[in-house]
Nanobody
Framework: QVQLVESGGGLVQAGGSLRLSCAAS????????MGWYRQAPGKQRELVAT???????VYADSVKGRFTISKDNAKNTVYLQMNSLKPEDTAVYYC???????????WGQGTQVTVSS
């Protein structure tokens, strides 16, 4: 069992920046996919950015060029640097890690990001 704890959310003006952190209670080496999702009020949860096995990254079109995902294996932490924030980025952001075999899938509790115009 792995616990994920997100932090770094808050209220920021449009154009500002935030860095989200996702600290895992154990090693993240065994996970094949690590990333961030978000859910805005009244909308479905959507992918923001992920690391896939082998080190490749995937970004939602809406955040390309503005958000950067990174990780620190020594600290068992995944980060999401968010720049040039827009009001439409307002959502609860969730950290997720997945192992394919055997199947493991963990979510954090979420951190609120609010961008004012």
């Amino acid at each position: 069992q792995v616990q994920l704890v997100e932090s770094g959310g808050g209220l920021v003006q449009a154009g500002g920046s935030l860095r989200l952190s996702c600290a895992a209670s154990g090693s993240i080496f065994r996970f094949n996919v690590m990333g961030w999702y978000r859910q805005a009020p009244g909308k479905q949860r959507e992918l923001v950015a992920t690391f896939t096995w082998g080190g490749s990254t995937v970004y939602a079109d809406s955040v390309k060029g503005r958000f950067t995902i990174s990780k620190d294996n020594a600290k068992n932490t995944v980060y999401l640097q968010m720049n040039s924030l827009k009001p439409e980025d307002t959502a609860v952001y969730y950290c997720n890690v997945v192992r394919w075999v055997p199947r493991e899938d963990y979510w954090g509790q979420g951190t609120q990001v609010t961008v004012s115009s």
